[in-house]
């Protein structure tokens, strides 16, 4: 089914430079454990690359690509397309990634490929066993050392924790509790190596009784995890206790964070139309939520060529974040203003809940 596109994708798309992916937060959840009974796909990403832009992707059956998508990509690419780090496609299908860095490292001449098999996975598959017919099927080796996260229309979900000649699958289905996390290690990976241990404490904790009741929500996410300044080693979040510092380790957002993204997938009877991909693009706690579907992208967040390919909310959240960071020399970047951050977070939270009341009206309309 994948073949005879691979060497053609693989071809193009090795043209393009790789950008190392510093760290992600991730989480598949189960429709039993969600408000809407809808799944969930959730990435918090942290990379290297600035600014994110999303755009719709056309199907194109000379290349082998036989959906559309709406993809999340790196600013400044100038609408190469070549590599994505999450979206959504015409048959319901959603994919996202986290970098694991206790699998095998790659070989050293063929690194940093996630994107590229995510742009490929969009175009082509359908459901989560579509995903894995396709890495049996790619070329080794597949350069990746990642937590691939897929959702499909039927419900299903699974983390394929994917190094360049193996995966490990986890099933959705498996969960007792409907819900999966990861973030910068595989649970097949060389235990106590890798990172983000404290940051999964840190949602296990954030969402305990949500998980628990079912409750959750697509903001769960992006408002409450993506917001908060809570360490679970700690035991507080450094936003609720008054100090004016602190420095920038181990909570959720960072200051490489450029976006906190939920795919809300689809109830029985649905169809892929039905999807939103609730957005925020820029650094979460200085940016807002915007309502993505298939055929619908807002302004705010698609590419801006005069703004150099960047989305042009995630060009006002940085320089929302230039105040939150205010320290230029020595390790001052790692330094928090939580008195300026309070006030930019709370604006920013208020006109996300607008943008899902609005997103959610317009879904019911349907």
């Given at each position: ?257 450029t976006s906190s993204i939920v795919v809300e997938g689809l109830l029985g009877g649905e169809t892929a139309q039905d999807m939103i991909m609730w957005a925020n693009l820029g650094y979460p706690p200085c940016s807002h939520v915007v309502p993505v579907t298939l055929d619908e992208i807002p302004a705010e967040a698609g590419p801006a060529s005069y703004k150099g390919f960047y989305s042009p909310m995630g060009v006002e959240a940085s320089e929302r974040m230039k105040k939150v960071f205010p320290i230029k ?38």
């Amino acid at each position: 089914m994948f073949s005879g596109i691979v060497a053609m994708v693989v071809a193009v798309c090795a043209l393009a430079a790789p950008v190392n992916v510093e760290g992600c937060t991730s989480m598949i959840v189960s429709g039993r454990a969600t408000v809407s009974g809808r799944p969930m796909l959730w990435k918090h990403r942290d990379t290297s690359a600035e600014n994110n832009y999303l755009y719709r992707v056309e199907p194109d059956s000379a290349c082998g690509r036989e959906y559309g998508y709406v993809g999340l990509f790196n600013g400044a690419d100038t609408l190469a397309l070549d590599e994505a780090w999450m979206g959504m496609n015409d048959a319901g299908f959603a994919i996202m990634n986290t970098v694991a860095y206790n699998l095998p490292p790659n070989s050293p001449s063929w690194i940093d490929r996630e994107g590229v098999v995510m742009a490929l996975a969009l175009g082509r598959c359908r459901t989560v066993d579509d995903f894995a017919a396709m890495l049996d099927t790619l070329p080794k080796p597949l350069g990746v050392m990642t937590n691939f996260g897929v959702i499909d229309a039927d419900g299903n979900g699974a983390y394929f924790e994917t190094d360049d000649s193996t995966y490990t699958r986890y099933d959705l289905c498996d969960a007792p509790s409907g819900v999966m996390i990861r973030t910068n290690y595989a649970y097949s990976g060389t235990p106590d190596k890798g990172m983000g241990y404290i940051r999964h404490e840190n949602v296990e904790a954030l969402l305990a009784n949500e998980i628990a009741s079912g409750n959750l929500t697509p903001a769960s996410l992006t408002e409450g995890v993506s917001r908060s300044f809570f360490n679970a080693r700690l035991g507080y979040d450094a936003l609720e206790i008054g100090d004016r510092w602190t420095v920038d380790q181990d909570y959720v957002p960072r200051h490489s964070s450029t976006s906190s993204i939920v795919v809300e997938g689809l109830l029985g009877g649905e169809t892929a139309q039905d999807m939103i991909m609730w957005a925020n693009l820029g650094y979460p706690p200085c940016s807002h939520v915007v309502p993505v579907t298939l055929d619908e992208i807002p302004a705010e967040a698609g590419p801006a060529s005069y703004k150099g390919f960047y989305s042009p909310m995630g060009v006002e959240a940085s320089e929302r974040m230039k105040k939150v960071f205010p320290i230029k020399r020595g390790n001052g970047q790692k330094y928090i203003n939580l008195d300026v951050l309070r006030a930019i977070n709370e604006e920013q939270y208020g006109i996300s809940l607008a943008n899902y009341s609005a997103g959610a009206a317009k879904r019911n309309k349907k």
